[in-house]
């Protein structure tokens, strides 16, 4: 049922809790956009190693 969209929705949910705390202070700036950046580059090497290499012609 999720195969494939595990990865995403961590990544997801991650984005929603590092905004969370900095709203409520428990973290700073520089600790959101370090956990938002991990998740984004997560996702993105996922979809990397899923889509496989491309061959131009």
Known sequence: ML???K???LAGLT???AAANYLV???DLNTTVQL???ALMGAFVRHAVAAGPTVAK
Request: no cysteine; charged share 5%; proline share 0%.
């Open 25 to 27: 202070g428990d973290a």
């Open 15 to 17: 984005v929603i809790g």
């Open 7 to 9: 990865t995403y929705i």
């Open 36 to 38: 938002v950046i991990t």
């Open 3 to 5: 195969s494939g969209y």
